[in-house]
């Protein structure tokens, strides 16, 4: 789907901007790859620089309640400095790697109601505009994907999955943004438990499995809240019972009350600001990369977050089902991107 426009900031005869996604999802870490179709305007104009970010609609917590905003997670640029002809069409590829913090949006091929958008931004002469905007789908990596496989397996349900302003302490996390899934009990653990949350902090090497569990209450005492983490390589997918481990982990979780870090956010640093995302990677079309890399192996240390928003999911025997109950289906998750990020005004004022 393709939002095409002309950029109001450069005038009624300026260029427009129409960015084609090569289709299908793409994990964390991995290749997104396009193109940035230009179409001259009424006049010669000087491009000075094409940019992508990486947006999503994230949820904050405040004293007086709760808020969205979009939030730039990333940037990349991907052409300028050349001269577009009145009327010329032009255009640039690009190939550009994703963070590996990036949120899981879909899961089985089903919409988890994340809302996540590739906005392009063109600058010509001092102008700048947000151009274009793209609904991004983000799949699972194999590991998350064994690891849910398994709690599907074991009767745990999906409830929902959200995008939260703020870090796990005690974690590499580098977005301001962490993703949580949140699952309802398997029946066996249901007289210990009210549900299950689950975070995965993706890096090249593995992945970071953060669980917390909202423990019931006893006859004489409230209820609690535990916490634990797991790491994995990603070589592991098809080395290990996943069944068995991950039931592993939810009765230690139960059993043990952990202590491991609160999900504490930053400061007071308004989230939704302007310049929210990180670094800022060259790909100037020929194929140049971002740092991030998206060999799963490549064994290149440092922890960063990865992980959603939601749709409840029932639990089957082939893993976790998706289901639409109370969420978000895929037409109206594309809705969402425009609605939301059209209207967003993280710039200081400007309407996209």
Excluded: C
Aim: charged content about 20%; proline content about 4%.
């Amino acid at each position: 789907m393709v939002f095409k426009r002309l950029l109001g900031a450069m005038g009624a005869g300026g260029p427009s901007v129409d960015t084609i996604l090569d289709g299908g999802a793409v994990a964390p870490g991995g290749i997104l790859s396009g193109q940035v179709h230009l179409q001259g305007g009424s006049a010669d104009v000087e491009i000075e620089h094409i940019g992508l970010e990486l947006i999503a609609r994230v949820e904050a917590e405040h004293e007086d309640g709760e808020s969205e905003g979009a939030v730039v997670f990333e940037r990349f640029t991907v052409g300028g400095g050349f001269r577009l002809a009145g009327q010329e069409r032009y255009s640039v590829p690009f190939r550009v790697s994703l963070p590996w913090e990036t949120p899981v949006s879909e899961l089985y091929g089903q919409p988890l109601g994340i809302v996540l958008g590739v906005r392009t931004e063109l600058a010509v002469a001092g102008a700048r505009d947000k151009g274009d905007l793209d609904p991004l789908t983000v799949r699972p990596l194999p590991v998350q994907e064994a690891v849910l496989e398994a709690l599907g397996q074991l009767g745990f349900g999906f409830k929902s999955a959200d995008l939260e302003h703020g870090h796990i302490g005690g974690t590499g996390q580098q977005l301001p943004f962490y993703q949580e899934i949140e699952l309802t009990p398997a029946p066996q653990y249901a007289h210990a438990v009210n549900e299950i949350e689950l975070t995965f902090l993706a890096t090249p090497a593995g992945m970071e499995i953060v669980l917390e569990a909202d423990k019931r209450g006893g006859l004489f005492e409230s209820g609690q809240d535990a916490l634990t983490r797991f790491t994995v390589s990603h070589h592991d997918v098809g080395s290990r019972d996943w069944n068995s481990e991950v039931d592993g982990w939810i009765r230690q979780l139960v059993e043990h009350r952990a202590s491991y870090g609160s999900h504490a956010t930053y400061g007071h640093a308004d989230p939704y600001a302007a310049g929210s995302g990180y670094g800022h990677h060259s790909a100037h079309g020929s194929g140049h990369e971002s740092g991030y890399g998206s060999d799963y192996g490549s064994g290149h240390e440092g922890h960063r977050s990865g992980p959603g928003l939601g749709t409840a999911v029932a639990a089957g025997a082939a893993g976790l089902a998706v289901g639409v109950v109370g969420g978000l289906v895929a037409a109206e998750v594309v809705d969402e991107v425009g609605d939301f990020f059209e209207g967003d005004d993280d710039e200081g004022g400007e309407e996209d």
